[in-house]
């Protein structure tokens, strides 16, 4: 069933949103110079530094995936932003000192004095190309979920905060988007707080928080820390620490949306604290976004789930030929619930081992009703998955009765892909719905409003930022280098303020044709690892191989770009086996080997 909003939960969430538009937009009017409207006046302090970059971050993507990823996988996810800090501190050691004494408005205008024009210039695509699709995805996450939750129109949610966003983004620049930020943070810290609170407070009266920590660690939840070297584990402690270095390197130090947060700053000083605060309290605020998400699987222990959180697609496949098979398994998910419930609240009362293991194949048991559970939806809405899985479901058991060994299990390894991606599907793949499903269904009145606040505010801010560096990167990378002669700063202020503009419409189209992949955030920062490492290489060669010239790095990043694409489809269709995380490090090497074999193949200048 689709919900309904009280008139409260309106008035706090057009409220809250209509109140950071008018700021943003009133504080910084009348905003007439390049200086102030792209670079914010250079008088931004460092904890509203911190706040914007963190906000940048911190998209709606944040709160849903995250929470589902936590809900679905436990804490390990954390592991993904052990890099960060490491991260931080070579960027205030490196970057930020080069960009501050050459008076950069954007990180790649130092390529140019490095290397040469087409270098710059292929950056500054390669940027575009990335954070355009990533601007859109960030629209369309919340979009998408609230659409089917609530039954809002998609086209009009995307245009909504696609609208809301260019207003003050067009309207202050820079400094509007930092200013904004601020309110933004204040607001999602608010509502996740409350959040917490209201689901610890709904556990039942014997049940503790410290119990609830016990009953999520007996079921593998609380499980951090990955020092194994399995590739089939996208997150560990390693893919954090090298690969996830190598992203936030990328991503901090080279990525517009966030250069542009602390070239903002009032000094050098101030833009080092702003990074090294955001590199202090990021991975502790991860962690506590996880921790809301392995607290609503809690709750789900004392209180009956559904199979899938898309409403939408379980009243389909009850509606079709499957639907008795749908009933069976939720007759059998509230059987095992009984179970469940009492092996928790016993767990909760004695640190039992035998509990501890019990409380573990539930939650295993239930993995496989829900797994089977999107295997139904799947085959009730896609025709042609439900064709190609009973085909081959009858080569198999032809093969089995005639014993053909090998083939029989080659084909039952491809029906077990299958099925399994079922799960990945639109339409089945729930995670990034558990938790707006969980506050409509449990939150008091107000609350909700605020948390759709918080989901809204995330998207808007993230979005802000995106569109803000890509329309700086245009005006100032290729527009504006490419001007035969001088315009002035108020064309320039002006024309940046069209491709402000410009960039909204793109991400809100973006958002219309998006789709969902198999977990959202995982989406946008496989968009980025395809790219990122790449970009850092180049950076780099700039930064310590003062031999090598522009024709190398940028045949180099070429040829590079080619090779992750394709690493990336490779491991996409299972040819090979590589967590996107790598990518990074691969990219970053790569490059740097191409550029080192081209400079010393080239000829030598007197």
Request: charged share 15%.
């Amino acid at each position: 069933m689709q919900q309904t909003l009280d008139w409260i939960d309106w008035t706090v969430l057009i409220v809250t949103l209509a109140t950071i538009v008018g700021y943003g937009t009133w504080k910084t009017r009348g905003r007439k110079n390049a200086q102030d409207y792209i670079k914010g006046g250079n008088s931004t302090k460092w904890w509203t530094i911190g706040l914007s970059v963190m906000a940048t971050q911190a998209s709606a993507i944040t709160f849903l995936s995250t929470t589902g990823q936590a809900f679905s996988d436990g804490m390990g996810f954390v592991q993904f932003y052990f890099g960060l800090p490491i991260a931080m501190v070579i960027i205030c050691l490196v970057f930020i000192p080069l960009y501050h004494r050459l008076k950069v408005y954007t990180a790649y205008e130092f390529l140019e004095d490095r290397f040469d024009l087409k270098t710059r210039s292929l950056t500054a695509i390669l940027f575009l190309i990335q954070r355009g699709l990533a601007a859109g995805i960030t629209i369309f996450a919340p979009a998408i979920i609230l659409s089917v939750v609530l039954g809002w129109n998609i086209v009009t949610l995307n245009i909504v905060i696609g609208v809301l966003v260019i207003i003050y983004t067009v309207s202050g620049g820079t400094k509007a988007v930092t200013v904004t930020q601020k309110q933004q943070m204040f607001v999602i810290f608010a509502g996740m707080l409350a959040a917490l609170y209201i689901i610890i407070n709904k556990f039942p009266s014997d049940v503790s928080f410290t119990d609830a920590i016990d009953i999520a660690g007996a079921t593998g939840k609380m499980q951090i820390l990955d020092f194994s070297f399995d590739l089939e584990n996208r997150y560990t402690v390693w893919t954090g620490l090298i690969g996830g270095t190598f992203l936030m390197l990328s991503y901090f130090g080279t990525d517009q949306s966030q250069v542009q947060r602390y070239l903002s700053g009032k000094s050098m000083k101030e833009m080092q604290m702003g990074l090294l605060f955001n590199g202090l309290l990021k991975v502790p605020m991860q962690f506590f976004i996880l921790l809301v998400g392995v607290m609503v699987f809690v709750f789900y222990q004392f209180n009956p789930s559904p199979l899938n959180f898309i409403d939408a697609s379980t009243q389909t496949v009850l509606a079709s030929e499957y639907g008795n098979d749908y009933r069976v398994l939720q007759d059998k998910q509230a059987e095992l619930f009984d179970m469940k419930q009492r092996l928790s609240l016993a767990y909760s009362k004695n640190d039992d081992p035998s509990l501890k293991s019990k409380l573990f194949a539930i939650d295993s048991i239930e993995k496989t009703y829900r797994l089977e559970s999107k295997f139904l939806i799947k085959k009730a809405v896609d025709l042609e998955y439900r064709e190609n899985y009973t085909k081959l479901q009858k080569e198999v058991d032809e093969l089995k009765l005639n014993s053909k060994s090998e083939a029989y299990k080659e084909k039952s390894e491809e029906l077990t892909t299958l099925y399994k991606d079922a799960a990945k599907d639109t339409q089945t793949n729930d995670r990034d719905y558990m938790f707006i499903r969980f506050i409509l269904n449990n939150l008091p009145k107000g609350l909700i409003g605020l948390l759709l606040a918080v989901i809204l505010s995330a998207a808007m801010s993230s979005t802000a930022s995106e569109i803000n560096a890509l329309a700086t990167i245009t005006a100032i990378d290729l527009y504006g280098r490419n001007l035969k002669e001088d315009k002035g700063e108020t064309h320039m202020v002006n024309m940046t303020k069209w491709f402000t503009f410009g960039w909204g419409i793109v991400a809100i189209i973006i958002a219309c044709f998006a789709n969902l992949a198999e977990n959202l955030i995982q989406l946008v920062n496989i968009i980025g690892s395809i790219f990122y490492g790449n970009v850092l290489g180049i950076f780099l060669l700039a930064f310590f191989f003062k031999y090598i010239r522009g024709n190398a790095v940028f045949i180099g990043a070429l040829i590079t770009q080619v090779i992750i694409i394709a690493l990336y489809f490779l491991d996409n269709a299972d040819i090979i086996n590589l967590p996107y995380l790598w990518l990074n490090l691969i990219g970053c090497v790569v490059v740097i080997f191409i550029a080192n074999i081209l400079q010393t193949a080239s000829p030598k200048k007197t």
